[in-house]
């Protein structure tokens, strides 16, 4: 086999020993503008140019470029998640995003861009831009917003394999410098869905990667059976949720959100309000009904039905006092229609926190007889729901290992003798986007382990949120992610 037949494979015909390419966090990356631009030197730039002061962090990006420019696949850091990222203008290097991540093949791609010169390329010749995209581009590029864009029918710029043969593509460009830089270094776009395996937590930093696509859910042995060969190490996401997803092309004078993420929809609207544009925003799930074959042949990511799966089994904690809220609303309020969502039927009078336990432990296999059950808890450290498992709980005996600067001591019931409560701090509840960058994280860690004295939970339960702000995109990914939803007294 040639050197050039080597490199047009890819995973599975083809494993790696995956390697860390690091990245100098406190060494900054710039860009300049290298072209004439639109907005008068502002970002979003026509056509950046990146300046990179640390001389790992350039060696470790031209490797990366180099790797993307052969057709090969590349794990890189962005404010949202970890991204798997692939040239996204050839159809066998985007084949091999579905191939490592054993992604299902409905499922569309977005494309990352750089510079607004890198988006011309993408969009067809007699589209014009609306007024709304523009005001949204100004004030969210770069950033956590992806747009929808219509693909020119006759000849499109991106294969199908990437859109899935919708009539659309999704684009953002993201605000982490080393994404940013790395597809202008590469001066490809980029394709890049989350650098998980399909259906797993979002990675939210280069270990998480490591774990899914480096080998380790594949095989324990030496040999390297890593999924690609690089991941490009920029330390952990700030945002922590995916982009949120916006369509301004499927009906004149609208503008939808198909996915809620890193931007809210008070955000969106307040800009569109100050652009005094007469457009009507509309939230799929809320405003927009829920469309099962819509989220059976998505037109984004993120819309399938099961998503963001731990292997345990996740439970929703809703503390009494927000199903109580949202159900007296008005039954157009967001909170009343999320929740109305999440509960199957009304529940029974609310419960304590050990009742739960047990009730959901009857749904696991039972473990070998007299062993330790490890049940993992997510809430914000100052909530009603933390003060009462506390309040219900005694310490378990030190095991004097530290594992993660979220995960607590863990907690003994003395109403169910042998469960082993690891509690992972999701911040301050004033503080709801702590929460989000924790989420993907704390359910990672409860799943895989190491905690306190245990490997990995079988059973977590995650406290909800109001789906006010960034709260929104939290819980849509954690309806997705759970296995039921229940009231506690709290």
């Known amino acids: ?110 494309v990352h861009v750089a510079d607004l ?118 330390g952990a996401c700030t945002v922590g949720v995916e982009s949120t997803v916006v369509d301004g092309i499927s009906a004149d004078d609208e503008v939808r959100v198909l996915r809620p993420g890193g931007v809210t929809v008070e955000q969106i609207a307040q800009v569109l309000n100050e652009a005094r544009l007469d457009t009507k925003l509309r939230v799929y799930g809320k405003d927009m009904e829920r469309s099962a074959q819509q989220e059976s042949n998505p037109t984004t990511p993120g819309m399938k039905y099961r998503h963001y799966s731990p292997t345990a089994r996740v439970v929703m904690l809703l503390p009494a006092t927000l199903f109580a809220r ?36 009857s749904t696991l296999q039972a473990g070998p007889a007299g062993s330790t059950i490890n049940v993992g808890v997510m809430t914000s450290s100052d909530s009603n729901l933390a003060r009462l498992i506390s309040s219900a709980s005694a310490p378990a005996p030190p095991t004097g290992t530290d594992v993660h600067p979220h995960l607590l001591p863990p907690l003994e019931l003395s109403e169910l003798p042998g469960v082993l409560v690891h509690r992972f701090d999701l911040g301050p509840s004033a503080q709801p986007s702590v929460y989000a960058q924790r989420m993907f994280d704390g359910l990672r860690t409860l799943d895989e382990g190491p905690l306190h004295g245990a490997d990995k939970c079988e059973l977590i339960f995650v406290e909800a949120l109001d789906d006010s702000g960034v709260g929104l995109a939290v819980m849509n990914r954690l309806k997705k992610a759970a296995s039921a939803t229940v009231v506690l007294d709290c």
Request: with cysteine.
């Open 1 to 110: 086999m040639t050197s050039s037949d080597t490199h047009s494979l890819g995973y599975p015909d083809r494993t790696f020993r995956t390697e860390l390419l690091p990245c100098d966090a406190d060494a900054s990356v710039a860009f300049r503008e290298a072209g004439p631009s639109r907005y008068g030197g502002a970002e979003p730039l026509s056509r950046a140019e990146p300046l990179i002061a640390s001389s790992v962090t350039r060696d470790s990006l031209a490797t990366a470029a180099r790797h993307l420019q052969s057709g090969q696949l590349v794990s890189f850091p962005s404010e949202t998640v970890y991204g798997l990222g692939a040239n996204a203008l050839s159809q066998s290097a985007a084949a091999k995003i579905y191939a490592a991540k054993k992604r299902p093949a409905d499922n569309p791609l977005i």
């Open 117 to 234: 010169e890198m988006l011309d390329s993408l969009l067809p010749p007699a589209y014009t831009m609306s007024a709304a995209y523009s005001a949204l581009i100004k004030a969210f590029w770069p950033g956590a917003l992806t747009l929808l864009f219509p693909v020119d029918p006759q000849l499109p710029a991106v294969p199908s394999v990437v859109t899935c043969g919708q009539p659309s593509v999704a684009v953002r460009m993201p605000s982490h410098p080393i994404a940013r830089a790395l597809i202008a270094t590469s001066r490809l776009p980029m394709a890049g869905p989350s650098a998980n395996a399909s259906g797993r937590p979002s990675p939210t930093t280069a270990a998480h990667v490591m774990r899914d696509l480096g080998g380790q859910l594949d095989t324990n042995e030496a040999e390297p059976h890593g999924r690609l060969q690089y991941i490009l190490d920029g």
């Open 326 to 361: 949202a159900v007296t609303s008005s039954q157009q309020t967001a909170s009343a229609r999320l929740v109305d969502s999440l509960i199957d039927s009304p529940p029974a009078a609310p419960r304590s926190f050990a009742h739960i336990i047990r009730d959901q432990l």
